[in-house]
């Protein structure tokens, strides 16, 4: 079955943008997770969701937020941005009887 | 406060060796552990999840260990190939902390032929 797709793979933008990212998780999943991953700060947990409901949130800003269709797809947006966001954003998603996450390829932000 | 130390440096072994990763954590109950690989440019893959319950989990060339009196698990490769040369991340999640699974920054490893 097909994996966990994110888009877009890469992206530019400058200070003060703002910057939709999607992720179709495996289909059957209802668990979406979005991650940041930094050089310096590992993998920092962002939200997740769970059939349209936000069920879980890190320590982030009010910029980063999410949602989750009934399709289960989901997207993050980061407004206002900051040279700090740079990172790789990974989406995985969850079957929810396992705990096994199934990550996509990220989406890598670069703010400038 | 809740931390989790995988090993910084890079550890750099023959092929044919058995690799050995660490993986402590503090301020944590966890439910389960589990390890992740992620190559350059790459998500992060699934390797092996580990109970509170469970002492050890095999999978083919693949060993984990949990010892949750020492705080402490160990991911070991036997025979290992060129090909094992990647970041691997330990991650736990804990029911405590908020339902959530928490990454270690990973550990670099680098297998030499």
């Known amino acids: 079955k097909a994996g966990v797709t994110q888009t877009p793979r890469y992206l530019i933008k400058t200070r003060g943008q703002q910057v939709t990212l999607s992720c179709s998780p495996i289909s059957g999943h209802r668990s979406v997770s979005w991650y940041q991953q930094t050089p310096g700060q590992g993998l920092q947990f962002l939200f997740e969701?769970?059939?349209?409901?936000?069920?879980n949130k890190g320590n982030f800003p009010g910029r980063f937020s999410g949602r989750q269709f009934s399709n289960s797809r989901s997207e993050m947006n980061v407004s206002t941005l900051e040279l700090g966001d740079s990172a790789l954003y990974l989406c995985?998603?969850?079957?929810?009887?396992?705990?096994?996450?199934?990550f996509g390829e990220g989406s890598r932000l670069t703010v400038l | 406060s809740q931390k989790i130390e995988q090993n910084s440096e890079a550890l750099n072994i023959q092929e044919g060796k058995t690799a050995t990763l660490t993986c402590n954590y503090t301020n944590y109950s966890p439910a389960y552990l589990q390890w992740y690989r992620q190559d350059p440019g790459r998500g992060p893959v699934f390797l092996l999840l580990i109970r509170e319950n469970e002492k050890e989990k095999r999978k083919e060339r693949l060993k984990v260990t949990f010892d949750t009196t020492l705080k402490q698990s160990l991911f070991h490769i036997t025979a290992s190939q060129p090909a094992d040369s990647a970041t691997y991340l330990c991650a736990l999640f804990s029911m405590e902390y908020g339902n959530k699974l928490v990454f270690g920054a990973g550990t670099i490893l680098r297998v030499k032929s």
């Open positions: 969701y769970f059939s349209e409901t936000q069920r």
């Open positions: 995985a998603s969850e079957s929810g009887w396992t705990g096994e996450l199934f």
